[in-house]
C-alpha cells in the first residue's frame, strides 16, 4: 500500500478531471503493447493508488472529498478511454465503499475509509462459476467463536492481483445445507496476505485481457467479526448502490467508445480514398462522412446519457425515496444500454473510417473491440431494457439489486 494521504487531502473536486486526463495519458501511452503482451499494469496501477483519486468517494464526515457521481462518471471515462483495463481495476474498489456507506459501522467506516485515503485498493472476490445462478454464492462464511471463517472459490476478480484488500461476498451459513438465492450474504474484508488466500492468475478473456480477472480460491479463511459488512440489507430499502455500481461500467463504455471514435478519426487521416469518390483524401469521401457524422452523433448521445444518468445518482442520493431511487436507477439502465451499443458501434467502424491497412495484426486496433465486446458482456443489457420498458409505461420499479 502507497501513503497518499497527502495527495488525497490536496485534490480538490475542480482539479479531479486534470488529474483523471494528466494519469489517462500516461496510461494511454502503453496501453497498446500492454494488451498485445498482456503485460499486467502494476506500474500503472500504483500510479492510480498516487493520485488520490482511489479516495474521490470517501465520505466528507470522514475526510474524503465525497465527490458526485457525475465526477466519479467523469473520471471513469476519461481512464477508460486511454485503457479500459485500467478503469475496469477500482471499478469494485468504489462499489464497495458505497456498500460500506450503506451498512459498515461506524468503527468500520473509519478504519476502511482511512485505508482508502492511504492508498489502499479493494478489489472483488464476487462471482462464481456456474452451475448455479449467479445470485447464489455457495463460498460460505461461518461463524467460529468470536470470529468467522470463510471458503470458497470466487472468479472474474477483477485486480485482486495487484489489491492490498479483497472483498470477498459469502452466504452467512449456520449449520449444515446448502446455500441458495434466499440465503443472508455478507461482505468479508480480508487483506490480500491472509492466510489462506490464493489469487490465481487464470484469465484468458478476449479482451479487457491485463484486468487480472482470475481466480481466488479461500482455504478457511479467518475473518474478525469487525471485518463482514452485511450485503443483502443494502435491497431492503431504496439506495443508489446498484445505479453507482453500473453507472461506472456505463462509463467505461461510453470511454471505450470515445477512444474508438478517436482512433478512427486518426486512422481515417492517412485512409486512401475509394476510387470513385474522386477525391484527393477518404477524409473528403462524402461516403466515409456519412459514417463518422453517424458515429459521432452516437457516441455523444451516450456521453449525453451517461451525463444524466450520474445527475439523476446524485439527485437520489441528495433525496432518497422510492422513485428518486428508481428514477437513477432507470436513466442509468438506459445510459448502459446506449453505451453499450456505442462502444460495440465505434470500435467497429472504426475499420471502416481507417480502411484495409487498419485491420493489420500490428496495430492492434482490435483491442477497441474485443475490450467492448468483453466488458459489455458484464450484465445483460436485455434485461435493462424490460426494465426501463416496464417502468415506462407502467410505471414499476425496478428491482433492488446490484446490476441496476
Known amino acids: 500500500m502507497t501513503s497518499t494521504a497527502a495527495v488525497a487531502d490536496a485534490l480538490a473536486a475542480d482539479d479531479v478531471p486534470a488529474v483523471a486526463r494528466r494519469i489517462a495519458a500516461e ?27 482511489l479516495a474521490l468517494s470517501v465520505p466528507a464526515e470522514f475526510g474524503g472529498l465525497d465527490a458526485p457521481a457525475t465526477v466519479v462518471a467523469q473520471v471513469f471515462r476519461t481512464i477508460a478511454e486511454a485503457d479500459p483495463s485500467l478503469a475496469q481495476i477500482p471499478q469494485s474498489h468504489y462499489t464497495f465503499l458505497e456498500a460500506l456507506r450503506s451498512q459498515g459501522t461506524a468503527a468500520q467506516q473509519e478504519f476502511f ?15 462464481e462459476r456456474g452451475p448455479h445462478a449467479v445470485d447464489v454464492d455457495t463460498t460460505t462464511l461461518a461463524r467460529d467463536g468470536t470470529d468467522f471463517v470463510l471458503s470458497g472459490r470466487k472468479f472474474y476478480s477483477t485486480g485482486a492481483l495487484f489489491a492490498d484488500w479483497l472483498i470477498v461476498r459469502a452466504s452467512l451459513v449456520e449449520g449444515a445445507g446448502e446455500p441458495d438465492s434466499s440465503t443472508p450474504k455478507s461482505l468479508a474484508f480480508i487483506p490480500i496476505e491472509a492466510a489462506g488466500v490464493e489469487v490465481v492468475d487464470d484469465w484468458d478473456g478476449l479482451g479487457q485481457r491485463t484486468t487480472a480477472s482470475g481466480t481466488v480460491t479461500l482455504d478457511d479463511v479467518r475473518v474478525p467479526a469487525e471485518h463482514v459488512v452485511p450485503f443483502s440489507p443494502i435491497f431492503s430499502r431504496p439506495t443508489v448502490y446498484g445505479a453507482h455500481a453500473q453507472l461506472i ?32 483524401t477518404a ?9 463518422a457524422g453517424e458515429l459521432v452523433v452516437t457516441v455523444r448521445g451516450a456521453r449525453a446519457l ?43 467502424v472504426l475499420f471502416d473510417l481507417g480502411g484495409t491497412r487498419s485491420a493489420s495484426a500490428s496495430a492492434n486496433l482490435s483491442r477497441y473491440w474485443r475490450d467492448a465486446r468483453t466488458h459489455t458482456l458484464h450484465d445483460a443489457t436485455r434485461w435493462k431494457l424490460q426494465h426501463i420498458g416496464r417502468h415506462a409505461l407502467s410505471g414499476t420499479r425496478p428491482p433492488r439489486h446490484g446490476q441496476v
Open 306 to 348: 451517461l451525463a444524466d444518468a450520474a445527475r439523476e445518482v446524485d439527485a437520489a442520493r441528495a433525496d432518497l425515496t422510492d422513485e428518486s431511487a428508481a428514477a437513477a436507477s432507470i436513466a442509468v439502465a438506459v445510459a448502459k444500454v446506449a453505451a453499450v451499443r456505442a462502444s460495440l458501434e465505434a470500435s467497429s
Open 113 to 127: 475509509y482511512s485505508l482508502v485515503e492511504a492508498g489502499a485498493l479493494f478489489a472483488n472476490a464476487q462471482t
Open 249 to 280: 461500467h456505463a462509463a467505461i463504455d461510453v470511454g471505450i467508445a470515445t477512444g474508438a471514435l478517436a482512433e478512427g478519426v486518426r486512422q481515417a487521416a492517412s485512409a486512401r480514398p475509394h476510387f470513385e469518390a474522386g477525391v484527393a
Open 283 to 291: 477524409a473528403d469521401d462524402p461516403t466515409l462522412i456519412h459514417v
Open 27 to 53: 496510461f494511454a501511452a502503453g496501453a497498446s503493447t500492454r494488451d498485445a503482451e498482456r503485460r499486467l499494469p502494476h506500474d500503472e496501477v500504483r500510479t492510480l493508488k498516487r493520485s488520490g483519486l
